[in-house]
């Protein structure tokens, strides 16, 4: 199983990006789907979770109202779609599924993790 995350990149503040995760070795419509992100000097997230129909999500305060999720399932992805992003945002964002239901937001609940993207945001 291989969680490959990319989209990372330099932008500038207020601009969107869009961060992309693909599965191998799993239908990732039968997976929830999370993204994490960690900031130097700082622990790792909770940024977003989608359950596994694609029905509910979930965001962290701090970016409810400028990150959605989607899936393409045909394409096995799963889109983290950024917009009016801060400096703030800068970070190493890592996607994740989860086969079996739980809390979104605790990563011990994710049975496998991608490499992570750089996503870094200038002022």
């Known amino acids: 199983v291989q969680l490959q995350a990319s989209g990372g990149g330099l932008v500038q503040a207020g601009g969107p990006l869009r961060l992309s995760c693909t599965a191998s070795g799993i239908t990732f419509s039968n997976y929830g789907v999370g993204w994490f992100r960690q900031a130097p000097g700082k622990e790792r997230e909770f940024v977003a979770g989608m359950n596994w129909s694609g029905y509910n999500t979930w965001f962290a305060d701090s970016v409810a109202g400028r990150f959605t999720m989607s899936r393409a399932n045909a394409e096995n992805t799963v889109f983290l779609q950024m917009s009016t992003l801060k400096p703030e945002d800068t970070a190493v964002y890592y996607c994740?599924?989860?086969?079996?239901?739980?809390?979104?937001?605790?990563?011990?609940?994710?049975?496998?993790w991608g490499q992570g993207t750089q996503v870094t945001v200038s002022s």
């Open positions: 994740a599924a989860q086969k079996y239901y739980g809390d979104v937001r605790a990563e011990t609940t994710y049975d496998y």
